[in-house]
């Protein structure tokens, strides 16, 4: 039987605007039921080898045009003693568990941000190399042309790999303190989520580390320097208008469709929906900011 495409509900979307106006290092954010979603979709989080420049010059040369398969791009990287960071050992530790203990979702494909699909070659290798026998994982690279991989740019990939697969809602893996903006991102570019919370993926993963103190990405390796940045990306990517790395949110899901390529295809609506929360967003961040100074003095 296939998943049922479940339209967002509005608790879900208050709940999601809520947990986007702040910054956590745990999430119990819930959207639809995972047994209607038809594939899994992992972003990755910080990496402490390579940096954006080195890491295009390297790995492009062996994924352009796809001349390589991943078994022999991850060989590659094992040899040269690639890390994928604590980050991501943990997100792939939460595929393998969804995918494994969650009858709904054996079966399925995950689209895996290199990244996260590494280290599940590196630590749970037995289950990758089953997984990928079977054409079920797809690892999402940069493109030659993008200069950093950005939550947006696998938001795309894996809208463009479940548009050729005429499926609908991924169940959506992300670090806490990521996921209201991958969300964000999914609703933006027309895909509706089913996102499950921390305890879902049992007690390891909600206890092990977000953070990564050896990181290349110095805003992966504590929460405190994460929340600096990501408050101006969460504000900007709210812009109503797409400026570089901004513009790319919606607080508003995609509508439904009867057919799965119609809701894929449909594009998300809700601009001036996230317009008026980008004011809001700001005002709300000024108000605060004075309010600390007032009561520090």
């Not at 079977?134 to 740019?153: C, E, F, G, Q, W």
């Not at 998300?268 to 709300?284: D, N, Q, T």
Request: hydrophobic fraction near 40%.
């Amino acid at each position: 039987m296939s998943p049922v495409t479940r339209r967002t509900m509005k608790w879900e979307v208050a709940a999601l605007r809520q947990e986007y106006l702040h910054v956590r290092n745990r999430s119990e954010l819930q959207i639809n039921f995972v047994t209607n979603a038809d594939c899994i979709a992992a972003a990755a989080f910080g990496r402490n080898f390579f940096s954006d420049e080195e890491l295009n010059a390297r790995i492009n040369v062996f994924t352009r045009n796809n001349t390589l398969p991943d078994t022999e791009v991850f060989r590659y990287m094992a040899e040269q003693g690639f890390d994928p960071d604590e980050g991501n050992s943990k997100l792939a530790r939460a595929v393998k568990y969804v995918a494994l203990l969650t009858t709904a979702l054996r079966g399925v494909p995950m689209f895996l941000q290199w990244e996260v699909s590494y280290a599940l070659y590196l630590f749970e290798r037995e289950f990758w190399d089953q997984a990928y026998k079977r054409n079920r994982i797809v690892s999402l690279y940069p493109k030659t042309d993008d200069d950093a991989y950005r939550t947006y740019h696998v938001v795309r990939d894996v809208r463009y790999q479940m548009h050729i697969r005429q499926l609908s809602q991924p169940l959506v893996i992300a670090l806490p303190p990521m996921l209201p903006r991958a969300i964000a991102t999914f609703w933006k570019y027309g895909v509706n989520t089913v996102v499950a919370p921390d305890s879902f993926y049992g007690t390891e993963y909600s206890q092990a580390s977000n953070w990564d103190p050896q990181s290349l990405q110095s805003h992966t390796r504590s929460m405190q320097a994460f929340k600096n940045r990501e408050r101006i990306a969460r504000l900007g990517s709210l812009l109503p208008f797409r400026l570089g790395p901004f513009g790319h949110c919606s607080l508003t899901p995609p509508k439904q469709s009867s057919t799965r390529r119609e809701s894929l295809n449909r594009n998300a609506p809700g601009i001036y929906s996230s317009g008026v929360f980008f004011w809001s967003f700001l005002f709300g961040g000024v108000r605060s900011l004075k309010f600390s100074s007032k009561s520090s003095k």
